[in-house]
Each structure stands twice: as structure tokens, then as C-alpha cells.
């Protein structure tokens, strides 16, 4: 059973930069695409971008294109979530998430995901 542990979150002020790490356990994270989302205080979760199982393609939602960036290193078993220019509205809890897709593309639609972390809070405060 694929497992997957967020770390990196904590408080920055605008402007500012963090990367979020994605650790899996129980499985090789070869055949996965991994997803990126963020869920704020009384809204919905949102998919922010993706990342397929060889890395070679990415996907990313408009709100974080130029500022966000994704990628992997499969030997590590770790995915990682570059995050720049940082804005107070990118408050929120972010998630890491998988879905079994050895070949293709990723895609953001939630539904898609089957593999969850527990989440870790990114502030972006002065």
C-alpha cells in the first residue's frame, strides 16, 4: 500500500520561497502520477499541478504557472513542489497525491487520485 508524507510547510512572508516534499512508502513510485493540491480555509481542494511517472510531462493549473514548479527523483522516491513568489491567498494546506499511471500523461481532476498524505500548512504572512 502506497503511502505518502508531506514535509516542508511552515510560515513565509510574501514574496518569499518554499518547497514541499512528498515522501513514499510501501511502494515504488515509479508508476505513479503525482499531483499537487491545497485546500484553504472554507474552500474546496484545488489541484495545482502534476507530474507523470517519468517526470517527461507536467501539468499545470493557471493559478500557479510561472511561480510553482514540480518534479521527481524516482531513485529517492520523493516528489517535490518548488513554490516562488509566494502571495498571502496561497495560504493553505497542501497535499501531495498519486494515482497508478505507468505511461501518459497526468491529469488534475481530483476524482483521479486514489493515494493521499495527511497534508502540511503553508502560511504566507508578514
Request: glycine share 12%; hydrophobic share 30%; proline share 4%.
Given at each position: 500500500q502506497l503511502q505518502l508524507v508531506e514535509s516542508g510547510g511552515g510560515l513565509v512572508q510574501p514574496g518569499g520561497s518554499l518547497r514541499l516534499s512528498c515522501a513514499a512508502s510501501g511502494a515504488t513510485l515509479d508508476y505513479y502520477s503525482i499531483g499537487w493540491f491545497r485546500q484553504a480555509p472554507g474552500k474546496g481542494r484545488e489541484g495545482l499541478l502534476c507530474?507523470?511517472?517519468?517526470?517527461?510531462?507536467?501539468?499545470?493549473?493557471?493559478?500557479?504557472?510561472?511561480?510553482?514548479?514540480?518534479?521527481?527523483?524516482?531513485?529517492?522516491?520523493?516528489?517535490?513542489?518548488?513554490?516562488?513568489?509566494?502571495?498571502?491567498?496561497?495560504?493553505?494546506?497542501?497535499?501531495?497525491?498519486?494515482?497508478?499511471?505507468?505511461?501518459?500523461?497526468?491529469?488534475?481532476p481530483i476524482n483521479e487520485y486514489k493515494y493521499w498524505g495527511q497534508g502540511t500548512q503553508v502560511t504566507v504572512s508578514s
Amino acid at each position: 500500500q502506497l503511502q505518502l508524507v508531506e514535509s516542508g510547510g511552515g510560515l513565509v512572508q510574501p514574496g518569499g520561497s518554499l518547497r514541499l516534499s512528498c515522501a513514499a512508502s510501501g511502494a515504488t513510485l515509479d508508476y505513479y502520477s503525482i499531483g499537487w493540491f491545497r485546500q484553504a480555509p472554507g474552500k474546496g481542494r484545488e489541484g495545482l499541478l502534476c507530474i507523470n511517472s517519468s517526470g517527461g510531462s507536467t501539468n499545470y493549473a493557471d493559478s500557479v504557472k510561472g511561480r510553482f514548479t514540480v518534479s521527481r527523483d524516482n531513485a529517492k522516491n520523493t516528489v517535490y513542489l518548488q513554490m516562488n513568489s509566494l502571495k498571502p491567498e496561497d495560504t493553505a494546506v497542501y497535499y501531495c497525491a498519486a494515482y497508478y499511471r505507468p505511461f501518459g500523461r497526468c491529469v488534475l481532476p481530483i476524482n483521479e487520485y486514489k493515494y493521499w498524505g495527511q497534508g502540511t500548512q503553508v502560511t504566507v504572512s508578514s
